[in-house]
T-cell receptor, first 112, second 115 residues
Framework: EDQVTQSPEALRLQEGESSSLNCSYT??????LFWYRQDPGKGPEFLFT???AGEEKEKERLKATLTKKESFLHITAPKPEDSATYLC?????????????FGPGTSLSVIP | NAGVTQTPKFQVLKTGQSMTLQCAQD?????MYWYRQDPGMGLRLIYY???????DKGEVPNGYNVSRLNKREFSLRLESAAPSQTSVYFC??????????????FGAGTRLSVL
């Protein structure tokens, strides 16, 4: 059965303190792995898609990487405005429709 | 750019009442989705529509019905609300259908409380 887990559940960083969020997944065949950002009271907002092991994507202070079993979202020198919940999702190549499985998320707080 | 619009933003119901959550997208997307989000459980798919006139059950469909009215609109109906349906509901849309790579765009959510 497809499964997505994320760790840690919550992370508190000082401004400028770099760290990484983890997303571990189990699927029959990976069609794509997605990272979303969700601010309080809002819907998730798309950040990145990764399709194959070894792939990397960057956007400002965020960098997403992918292996065969997990993905990392690296946050370099974070700022308070990076505080949000970060969701990981995977799409299985073998499902009959465009099903995406979401993980529970990591809540990031960046303290000034 | 409106994107995905959901109404209402907040709703309080009594057990047994019915209501319809509305969703519309202006991106000409084929696929639309309804999710619920509960603390610690992530987003769970309720129903999905790959195109106008088609709908499929997701992970947690019991107690819900949907209608894909046209390409733009996808509504979610609670026929007899239960306290277990207290949640935040999100509508999403994507260009992909039939196995394509599925970047989803979300509305702002409907916060529903069932007393």
């Amino acid at each position: 059965e497809d499964q997505v887990t994320q760790s840690p559940e919550a992370l508190r960083l000082q401004e400028g303190e770099s760290s990484s969020l983890n997303c571990s997944y189990t699927v029959s065949g990976l069609r794509g792995l997605f990272w979303y950002r969700q601010d309080p009271g809002k819907g998730p907002e798309f950040l990145f898609t990764l399709y194959s092991a070894g792939e990397e994507k960057e956007k400002e202070r965020l960098k997403a990487t992918l292996t065969k079993k997990e993905s990392f979202l690296h946050i370099t020198a974070p700022k308070p405005e990076d505080s949000a919940t970060y969701l990981c999702a995977v799409q299985d190549m073998k499902t009959s429709y465009d099903k995406v499985i979401f993980g529970p998320g990591t809540s990031l707080s960046v303290i000034p | 750019n409106a994107g995905v619009t959901q109404t209402p933003k907040f709703q309080v119901l009594k057990t047994g009442q019915s209501m319809t959550l509305q969703c519309a997208q202006d991106m000409n997307h084929n696929s639309m989705y309804w999710y619920r989000q509960d603390p610690g459980m992530g987003l769970r798919l309720i129903y999905y529509s790959a195109s106008e006139g088609t709908t499929d059950k997701g992970e947690v469909p019991n107690g819900y019905n949907v209608s894909r009215l046209n390409k733009r609109e996808f509504s979610l109906r609670l026929e007899s609300a239960a306290p277990s349906q207290t949640s935040v509901y999100f509508c999403a849309s994507s260009e992909a259908s039939g196995g394509g790579k599925n970047i989803q765009y979300f509305g702002a959510g409907t916060r529903l409380s069932v007393l």
